[in-house]
């Protein structure tokens, strides 16, 4: 099969489209032939040497996937050969074809294309494990999401208005923000030109949001914790903005503050597994009723995966980037 290679950490350009072995299923394991995979900020920075997969994964990058099941491991009950499915990926999504634990196997809502729904599977379980599963964002609360153009927050902000959640985003520009008030969030704050604390201040009346989604990491710490509101909770899952800082313990203590931080990739199988029923059970509902959209920004063929790495560098880009082999 053909396949995306790191062939040396480096720019965009060490992406090379070769020759490799195909994969081998195990026992619980499905072999799906790749329809489309969808870009993520961590293959980025796997191609940089600064995120290797986990031991025994594809060393390919790509975390989601979506195509068609050509093969079943003896242990695979519910799959069968010729099922289209989409997948979450520990490695591997950037090639014509994947092996992936069953368990980690989604069935693809109606209402969307197969190549549509690469799109999903590594947002969703994101967004699902860390804001709901871990944070518990509950009706009724207030939600903040950095980047909230980003693939990751556009799907957050719409799954958290089905679940009756005020919505506040931060983006770079008016046109990203007025992509963000599309979908459904209600307060739109531009990090460029506002300070996103005192604005956040102002639209709760002081006290702050219950649960922040974050990105940024070190750049954005004390200013998260300083727009939490009592009993608030800081889940970072990203470090755009550096991994070292300083930050003052008193503000913890002050507001009884919960700091969470949580990567997808490491997770164990099971884990996964865990968090794509969760997802199957309480999110796909809400894709098959027409409540939540994707937002499909640009696709490129599978060769121009340096190209697809550029766009998504520049962060010229609103919701998600497909690579089609």
């Known amino acids: 099969m053909k396949a995306i290679v790191i062939t040396t950490p480096g720019s965009p350009e060490v992406l090379q489209l070769q020759e490799v072995e195909d994969p081998q299923i195990k026992d619980d394991e499905v072999l799906i032939k790749v329809e ?40 695979v009950s519910r799959w069968k050969v010729g099922d289209h499915v ?36 590594e947002v969703v379980c994101t967004v699902c494990s860390s804001v709901f599963m871990t944070s518990r964002l509950s009706a009724g609360e207030t939600f903040l999401v950095h980047g909230g153009s980003s693939g990751i927050g556009t799907f ?32 739109c704050i531009n990090y460029k030109t506002e300070d996103f604390v005192a604005r956040v201040k102002e639209e709760t009346g002081g006290k702050g949001v ?13 200013r998260n914790l300083d727009s939490l509101n009592f009993d608030g ?16 313990l008193g503000s913890l203590f002050a507001k009884r503050l919960t700091v969470q931080a949580t990567g997808l990739r490491m997770r164990s199988p099971e884990n996964k597994a865990e968090i794509v029923n969760e997802v199957e059970k ?39 980037i497909l690579l089609i082999p």
């Open 282 to 320: 309480n999110v796909w509902p809400a894709v098959v009723a027409g409540k939540v959209k994707l937002l499909v920004y640009k696709q490129f063929p599978l060769s121009e995966a340096a190209e697809a790495h550029r766009l998504m560098e520049s962060s010229q880009h609103i919701g998600k």
């Open 233 to 248: 909770r800081l889940h970072i899952i990203g470090l755009m903005g550096g991994a070292v800082t300083e930050f003052n």
């Open 156 to 187: 957050a902000i719409q799954i958290a208005k089905v679940r009756g959640v005020k919505v506040f985003v931060t983006a770079g520009s008016e046109d990203k923000l007025a992509v963000c008030k599309e979908l459904g969030a209600d307060v």
């Open 86 to 121: 989409c997948a979450l990926l520990s490695g591997g999504g950037y090639a014509e074809k994947v092996a992936v634990p069953a368990g980690h196997v989604l069935p693809i809502p109606s209402g969307i294309s197969v190549k549509e729904a690469a799109a999903f599977p």
């Open 36 to 75: 489309a995979t969808a870009l993520n900020r961590a293959d980025t920075i796997q191609r940089q040497g600064k995120y290797p997969p986990p031991r025994g994964a594809s060393p390919y990058p790509g975390l989601e996937c979506s195509g068609t099941i050509e093969a079943t491991g003896k242990f």
């Open 210 to 222: 219950d649960v922040i989604l974050d990105c940024m990491g070190a750049a954005y710490f004390q």
